[in-house]
């Protein structure tokens, strides 16, 4: 059964136009990411969670914000999504300190 | 400079042959190290750990150097199942960065 469930799968969405991402857990786990991953590249971390304690990358664009209400999800939104920023969006989480990451099947988003 | 830097590759190696890959990170206060394994178009996963005594697990074995700073992946009599993108994960404070990834073609 699939630990760490992301929705949508995919989404195409219209430059300007808000778009929601989401990503739950049934590993308890405190500590949950963000990535970004374009074409050919290796995942950029944009943001995490440490339970409530919000991390954010000093590179990661005013444009995208993230929430976690509770342990088990967390969501990123993209409040004008711009045509760079078509990518998979892998969420993963961690038990944390030395445990490893474990990812969901990431959201592929495509910008027009 | 990056934070985790990985050797760019490509890789493109026979059946059989034995293959290395490097990674260097540069923040000593790193605690913990990965390799993970990544397939067109799929999320990554967990390859293995690397621990500071060495590890093996079957075909691969990682290594790390604190006092050089860099991880190693080693993969002996590869497959063309072996055929991916492999990619080091450094972690601090739960801060975990990604190298650039090696891609590694086996060819029969």
């Known amino acids: 059964d699939a630990m760490v469930i992301q929705n949508p799968r995919y989404q195409v969405t219209q430059f300007g136009k808000p778009v929601t991402l989401s990503c739950s857990q049934t590993?308890?786990?405190?500590?949950m990411y963000w990535y970004q991953q374009k074409s050919s590249q290796a995942p950029k971390l944009l943001f995490h969670y440490y339970d409530k304690d919000f991390n954010n990358e000093a590179d990661t664009p005013d444009n995208f914000q993230s929430r976690r209400p509770n342990t088990s999800f967390c969501f990123l939104d993209i409040r004008s999504p711009g045509l760079g920023d078509t990518a998979m969006y892998l969420c993963?989480?961690?038990?944390?300190?030395?445990?490893?990451?474990?990812f969901g099947e990431g959201s592929r988003l495509t910008v027009l | 400079r990056k934070e985790v830097e990985q050797d760019p590759g490509p890789f493109n190696v026979p059946e059989g042959a034995t293959v290395a890959f490097n990674c260097t990170y540069s923040?000593?206060?790193?605690?913990?190290f990965f390799w993970y394994r990544q397939d067109c178009r799929k999320e990554p996963k967990l390859l293995m750990s690397v621990y500071s005594s060495g590890n093996e697990d079957g075909r691969f074995t990682a290594q790390l150097n604190r006092a050089s700073q860099y991880i190693s992946l080693l993969i002996r009599d590869s497959k063309l199942s072996d055929s991916a993108t492999y990619l080091c994960v450094v972690n601090r404070f739960n801060d975990m960065r990604f190298g650039a990834g090696t891609r590694l073609t086996v060819k029969p």
């Open positions: 590993l308890n786990h405190n500590v």
């Open positions: 923040n000593s206060a790193s605690q913990s």
């Open positions: 993963a989480t961690s038990s944390g300190v030395a445990g490893e990451l474990f």
